[in-house]
């Protein structure tokens, strides 16, 4: 069974850092692009940042100087660093990836189950 598996969330204070990490398991072709969502309550799920398979990046303006996106391609895992968090950044995080699994040649969009990241004041 091919899934996403997160971890590192929690609670940190205003300012603090956090590493999220997400690793694929299950048989895998092959992975592409990777990435971070977040979905605060009330509110629809948005895109945090997003890595190629060749390590190029995009991220959304609210996470820009303050959040890094990065994978190692051997482990097939996908991290976020985040630095000087805010009370605004807490939010379910979600691990995102288009995944060609084995034994087939299509590519399929997972994503995985979520990680809560609070950040108090």
């Known amino acids: 069974q091919l899934q996403l598996v997160e971890s590192g969330g929690g609670l940190v204070q205003a300012g603090g850092s956090l590493r999220l990490s997400c690793a694929a398991s299950g048989s895998i072709r092959s992975i592409n692009d990777m990435g971070w969502y977040r979905q605060a309550p009330g509110k629809q799920r948005e895109l945090v940042a997003r890595?190629?398979?060749?390590?190029?990046?995009n991220y959304a303006d609210s996470g820009k100087g303050r959040f890094t996106i990065s994978r190692d391609n051997a482990k097939n895992t996908v991290y976020l660093q985040m630095n000087n968090l805010k009370p605004e950044d807490t939010a379910v995080y979600y691990c995102n990836a288009d995944i060609t699994p084995r034994p087939y040649y299509y590519t399929r969009n997972y994503w995985g189950q979520g990680t809560q990241v609070t950040v108090s004041s």
């Open positions: 890595i190629t398979s060749g390590g190029s990046t």
